[in-house]
């Protein structure tokens, strides 16, 4: 069926990173007051990067995860998600390439309390338009790849917070995204179960080929991190790589 939006890859800019913010600002208003989220940040992400973000609370961590997202529109600057400015999209072009190129995870886990991890994780391939069978069979793989074969008919219920937090990061990657959104994913976990889903991260970025972006004040994902960015105010005050 034609498309009454022109083909986004008409938008397409051959930059090769997933993610580019040019000069972005985003500002809230609050009652009378104005909040400046984030001011003229500027960054990108290659393709299979490990990058954590990190700040105290209150600096625009999530913010800026959000307008990774496509969640929110910036109030100024550009974002190039996969090449594609994400402000020349429609609400439809930009869920369909959020679902196809992005996935996310945040602190709480967001899973259906009354589906099985199995069919938590075949969500988004349903969603994509894939067969049933097809959709619970790379569920069932990618659950398998965090750990959890075992538990793939498990409700979130009956399930510990690390093992929610693993059938998330399924459900996030089994569209096969270039990017991960990470927001605070160990924020609700004792910490060495929250050691365990950063190593988990780590060897999905090496393994699946995907870049990931987490927003963190964990010290651990920090140290052990090959690109930091660090946010003050709104601000990227520094960023280091460790080769
Ligand atoms: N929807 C919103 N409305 C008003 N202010 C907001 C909103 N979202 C975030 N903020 C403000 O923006 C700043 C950055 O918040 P946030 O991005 O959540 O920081 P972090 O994730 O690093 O804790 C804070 O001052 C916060 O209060
Ligand atoms: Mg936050």
């Known amino acids: 069926m034609p498309s009454a939006v022109p083909h986004e890859a008409h938008r397409e800019r051959a930059t090769g990173l997933v993610l580019e913010f040019s000069d972005v600002s ?8 104005r909040v400046d989220a984030l001011v003229h940040v500027s960054l990108e992400i290659w393709p299979g990067e490990f990058v954590v973000l990190t700040g105290p609370s209150g600096s625009g961590k999530s913010t800026l995860i959000h307008l990774a997202a496509g969640l929110e529109t910036p109030t100024s600057g550009t974002i ?8 020349a999209l429609d609400d439809d072009a930009l869920s369909r390439l959020r ?26 391939l349903r969603f994509a338009g894939l067969p049933a069978a097809d ?3 790379q569920a069932r793989e990618m659950l398998a790849r965090v750990g959890l074969g075992p538990r793939t008919r498990h409700r979130p219920g ?7 937090q693993r059938v998330a990061i399924a459900r996030a990657l089994v569209v096969r995204p270039e990017l991960l959104l990470a927001d605070e994913p160990t924020g609700n976990l004792d910490s060495r179960t929250g050691a365990g889903i950063l190593e988990l991260l780590r060897q999905l970025n090496e393994q699946e080929r995907v870049a ?28 280091s790589h460790r080769g």
Do not use: W
């Not at 190039?80 to 402000?87: K, T």
């Open 26 to 33: 985003k500002s809230f208003r609050q009652n009378s007051a």
């Open 80 to 87: 190039d998600l996969a090449g594609i400015d994400v402000r």
């Open 99 to 124: 679902c196809s190129k992005v996935g996310l995870i945040f602190q709480a886990f967001h899973l259906i309390d009354y589906l099985t991890a199995e069919e938590n994780v075949a969500l988004p």
């Open 135 to 137: 959709a619970a069979a």
């Open 158 to 164: 009956e399930l510990s917070g690390g093992e929610m």
């Open 212 to 239: 990931v972006l987490l927003a963190t004040h964990d010290e651990r994902a920090a140290a052990s991190a090959p690109r930091i960015l660090e946010l003050r105010d709104g601000a990227v005050v520094a960023a």
